[in-house]
């Protein structure tokens, strides 16, 4: 019969263990009459399915690893992840325009600016502001968080203090900036 290990089980076997190192240490006296009990294992045959159920048994009862969700979020991580993924999106919205371009010109009907502009001109104001809104913040913020990199690359404003300072700096003139772009 396998039995599945736990916590107990592994305290068991670390105390036993630690015992007998403990008791290699000393001097063994062996009376003369003593009689040395044998330890028999027992194997039992078993398929490659029974082995791959008692694995994921098994670990089914390991602990997890602490996960991201226990921890903090911190400022410079935040800031760290909202720029590779604004950096991500506009690269992906780039392209994407730029393909739209490429293949509307290879397919034979190409795609004509000034028809994109009476079509924005013509949206309500609630949508106009929305897109311009997904497109300012990104780029807005991942242009003033790229002069903060650059700002760092240079080997200024190194210390915490100062790089939480940048990053609220960051996210004030994102803000306004932001505001700008779809205002005007």
């Known amino acids: 019969m396998f039995v599945?290990?736990?916590?107990?089980?592994?305290?068991?076997?670390?105390?036993?263990?630690?015992?007998?190192r403990a008791s290699l240490l000393r001097p063994v006296v062996v009376p003369a009459n003593a009689v040395f009990a044998k330890r028999h294992i027992t194997t039992v045959k078993s398929s490659d399915s029974q082995e791959q159920s008692i694995?994921?048994?098994?670990?089914i009862n390991r602990p997890l690893s602490p996960h991201l969700a226990i921890y903090?979020?911190?400022?410079?991580?935040?800031?760290?992840?909202?720029?590779?993924?604004?950096?991500?999106?506009?690269?992906?919205?780039?392209?994407?325009?730029t393909v739209a371009f490429a293949a509307g010109?290879?397919?034979?009907?190409?795609?004509?600016?000034?028809?994109?502009?009476?079509?924005?001109?013509?949206?309500p104001a609630?949508?106009?502001?929305?897109?311009?809104?997904?497109?300012?913040?990104?780029?807005?913020?991942?242009?003033?968080?790229?002069?903060r990199h650059l700002i760092w690359d240079a080997g200024?404003?190194?210390?915490?203090?100062?790089?939480?300072?940048?990053?609220?700096?960051?996210?004030?003139?994102?803000a306004v900036l932001g505001v700008w772009l779809i205002v005007y």
């Not at 290879?106 to 001109?121: E, K, N, R």
């Open 156 to 174: 200024s404003q190194l210390t915490i203090k100062d790089v939480y300072t940048t990053g609220y700096v960051a996210l004030a003139l994102t």
């Open 55 to 59: 694995l994921v048994a098994q670990r």
């Open 72 to 97: 903090q979020k911190q400022l410079t991580a935040v800031l760290s992840g909202l720029h590779r993924i604004t950096g991500v999106a506009l690269a992906g919205g780039f392209y994407a325009i």
């Open 105 to 123: 010109s290879i397919l034979g009907h190409p795609i004509d600016p000034a028809t994109l502009v009476d079509l924005a001109s013509g949206l």
């Open 126 to 147: 609630f949508v106009d502001y929305s897109l311009k809104a997904i497109v300012a913040f990104p780029f807005v913020f991942h242009s003033v968080n790229g002069i």
């Open 4 to 20: 599945l290990p736990t916590a107990r089980n592994y305290i068991r076997l670390a105390a036993t263990t630690a015992c007998r």
